[in-house]
């Protein structure tokens, strides 16, 4: 029998990104108590397990939790993001999450944590240190942070079988390789088979000594054009303008994407190639040219065996030579789950609600819960939203991300506050405009005039399919 109660207003499952942005907003609108329980050493979710060189995809400043900034908004100077704002590292999201932890969540004496327990869906956490066994009692509600929770490599089952001898190591111990192997096979072609191509090339391996087995090619965001600084306004603004646009002008799902490119909105690595894979990540022009430099890309579906002289795809076998070391990055990073109800009479289940931002929706979330009435008016003001896996996909989450945006303006302490929202980097930017500054009020016109038709426009996109 379990000898105490964890017990709070709302007891959070998961110290994740989504677990921390949530309690972070509920806490500061609010006098509610929170229990955190986490199966995690620290607090952090999946970056306590990723690969050493894993940095964000976008400026820091969009992530983490509202009441403080992550990293020191510099510039990068030099490579391949030259120019860019800073993208914080695993190792520095670690130190930042726990620091939340320290001294934001646990000096206001409303915030018990429980890092190594788990819990089990069945009012009950077990300590994996001790195995003490804890009743759980949420007196408001049970919130799960795990739902949405992302897939890393290094806790994944391979996907893949392999021969005895073959050397297949997941991505996290590429940093660990002694000089002994000089050819390498990168097997996945979201992010981080990207970031492992990059590494490799950036430490000086040669281009030709890299084979590269891409199942699927991806539509990749041009970063340079999501930045959302001062200095950058008129780049990601008409970045917002020229996507509306084309939403507008597409004739058809298809037409949209190129138009994106012929934009310059997003990117390929191939441009003979028709990608059939969207995950909402970015990418820099830089990168993109020393991805190009890999010629040995093999595009013949996933890898089902890898024996030592050969690898077996879905589409084919082709050779193989006994010395290469195989790097597993097919992780799917945030795996497709279905779209559930948000708020239920005594559970949140923490999804989007704004696409491909999981800090920021999670804040919303926790916004919503803490200052408006009824489940009924939450959930309509709230609708979830899945991770996109295809370009297909990307149009449906636009689609709920405006229908959001637009409900949350219905209710007027909920639209100034995300009117000042800090992880809503583009909302306050905006939001910041003079009116007599004629060249960047021109620009938010064209982005409210496009905006007007393009939800009617990705919907008949969407039917046509």
């Not at 109660?5 to 509610?32: K, N």
């Not at 607090?43 to 820091?60: A, D, E, I, Q």
């Not at 069945?122 to 799960?144: C, M, N, P, Q």
Request: charged share 25%; proline share 4%.
């Amino acid at each position: 029998m379990p000898k105490s109660v964890i017990e709070a207003d709302y007891v959070v499952i998961g110290a994740g990104v989504a677990g921390m942005a949530f309690t972070d907003t509920l806490l500061h609108h609010g006098a509610s108590t929170v229990a955190i329980i986490d199966a995690g050493h620290g607090p952090g979710g999946h970056w306590n397990h990723s690969y050493p060189f894993v940095r964000l995809h976008l400026p820091s400043r969009h992530y983490g939790v509202e009441s403080r900034v992550l990293g020191n908004n510099s510039i990068v100077r030099g490579g391949p993001n030259d120019g860019l704002s800073s993208m914080a590292s695993g190792p520095e999201i670690v130190s930042y999450y726990r620091d939340i932890m320290d001294h934001v969540f646990l000096p206001t004496g409303r915030v018990a944590y429980f890092p190594m327990t788990r819990f089990d869906w069945r009012a009950h956490a077990t300590s994996l240190v001790t195995g003490e066994r804890r009743a759980v009692k949420a007196r408001k509600k049970l919130v799960d942070a795990t739902y949405a929770a992302v897939e890393v490599p290094s806790l994944q089952k391979r996907k893949f079988q392999t021969d005895e001898g073959v050397r297949c190591i997941p991505v996290n111990d590429l940093v660990r390789i002694s000089g002994e192997t000089h050819c390498y096979c990168i097997i996945g072609a979201g992010k981080t088979g990207v970031d492992a191509c990059l590494w490799l090339l950036e430490n000086g391996a040669d281009p030709d000594s890299i084979r590269w087995i891409v199942p699927r090619d991806a539509w990749w965001i041009n970063r340079s054009k999501v930045q959302f600084t001062q200095d950058l306004f008129e780049t990601s603004f008409t970045y917002v303008a020229d996507l509306l646009e084309a939403i507008g002008e597409a004739a058809s799902i298809n037409d949209l994407f190129l138009q994106f490119e012929r934009r310059d909105l997003w990117l390929r690595l191939d441009r003979s190639i028709t990608p059939t894979m969207f995950h909402g990540a970015t990418m820099s022009k830089g990168e993109l040219d020393k991805l190009r430099l890999i010629k040995d890309v093999v595009r013949r579906g996933h890898v089902q065996v890898i024996h030592r002289d050969r690898i077996v795809l879905e589409e084919g076998t082709i050779s193989a030579n006994d010395d290469w070391l195989y790097v597993d990055c097919t992780a799917a990073g945030i795996p497709p789950r279905k779209a559930k109800v948000i708020f239920e009479p005594e559970k949140i289940t923490l999804q989007w609600v704004k696409w491909g931002r999981s800090a920021l929706s999670a804040a919303v979330l926790g916004y919503v819960e803490a200052t408006i009435d009824g489940d009924d008016l939450k959930n309509d003001l709230c609708q979830p939203i899945s991770a996109p896996r295809t370009p297909a996909d990307w149009v449906g989450t636009f689609i709920t991300t405006t229908r959001n945006e637009k409900r949350w303006s219905s209710q007027q302490n909920l639209t100034k506050w995300a009117r000042s929202l800090r992880l809503d980097v583009s909302a306050s930017l905006a939001s910041e405009v003079m009116p007599d500054d004629a060249g960047r009020m021109a620009i938010l016109q064209r982005v409210r005039k496009a905006s007007q038709t393009a939800v009617v426009s990705a919907t008949r996109l969407l039917a046509d399919l």
